[in-house]
């Protein structure tokens, strides 16, 4: 008989629980203790090689003691949008404060990066304009453009020569907005920025820089548009505070006018509570470090720069890279849970990533604070693992009987 009921879907979910049933479930881990590299979980202290702290800055005094005053000063949250009752000096000291790091004219704060995506991308364009995104561009540009009236194209990751084609056909009267990301997550590579806004200039299209992973790490922590010496060509970057700013936290930066205009129309900022002040002192405590302190980024680069070598020596064929992000492919989803899962219980804590997010691969990021010590149990871990035989089984194959 067919069934109306929504939930029946739920029943019949079973990728994760067969992952959970065969013990190779990698999601959800709870972990304990404030360190940035040492983590505890219940079956004991993990390396934490997965995290997006790239400056480690999350246990830092300074950073800490920040987010603690504030909730002194401000309490635990303003429970309010922005619009509302929830704005507070420090948001507006922050925006400040990015917009001069950055080299942007001006900044919107929203409570996180994903808002900052979904807000700025749906509330530009009309539904005559087009959108074009790099096929990779992260999930929260992807649903910005779901919440668009704007029509959607995607280009072929990097793929210059896609993206003129793309510009090309839009039709001659239609708003364009080309979106990539800076520094894609799920490898680490870069955008080729320089080429991107050649193209979006000779096609009159407005070009968004997602940074999420560019702040903090990049040209001394101005990301990738300073990497490549085009901060004034890019039209538009968005940032989080969750990855080098060790916290929760997103900001679009841009032109005067545009922030203004989105302040009053972006509606993931609209109707959803400011992020509260820990949040923003820990963000901004965390941004003045950086300033201060820019060997930071350079070590984030050089421990991960490290492990990658090294695992290519392991005969590991890690993904391309210029950040701190280390991507191992693997054959597959059940190949791939299992040697995450033999990394942890070697005590080192990596991301294992499987479609749909992107193909099967380990996910693993070094951070400033890793000390060479920590790298090389990361790297023996990994030798560890290198030749054991994961099992030949799909999860499809399991069922719960
Ligand atoms: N963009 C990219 C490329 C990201 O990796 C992330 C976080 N994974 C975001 C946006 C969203 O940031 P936030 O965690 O602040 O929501």
Redesign the pocket.
Known sequence: MVTTDIFERCQSYTEARAAQAVGLYAYFTVFEGSDTTVARTSAGDVLMCGS?NYLGLTSDPRVRAAAQMAVEEFGSSRTGSRLLNGNTSLHEELERELADFLGMPSALLFP??????LGVIASLLSRDDVVIIDRE?????YDGCGLSPGRVRRFAHNDMEDLERRLANCPSDAGRLVVV?G???MAGDLCPLPETVRLCQKYGARLLV?D??GLGVLAEGRGTSAHFGVTEQVDLI?V????SLAS???AVLGPKHVIEYLRHHARSLIFSAAAPPASLAAAQAALRILRAEPWLCRQALENASFVHRELGALGYEPLPSETPIVCVPLDGVVPTLFTWHSLLERGVYVNAVIPPAASSRLRASFTAAHTPEQLKTAVAAFAAVRDLTPPDWSLEDWSPE
């Open positions: 997006n996180t990066g994903y808002q900052a995506n561009a992260h999930a929260s540009v990301d520094v894609y997550s997602d999420a992973h968005t989080t505070f969750s990855k929760i936290g997103g």
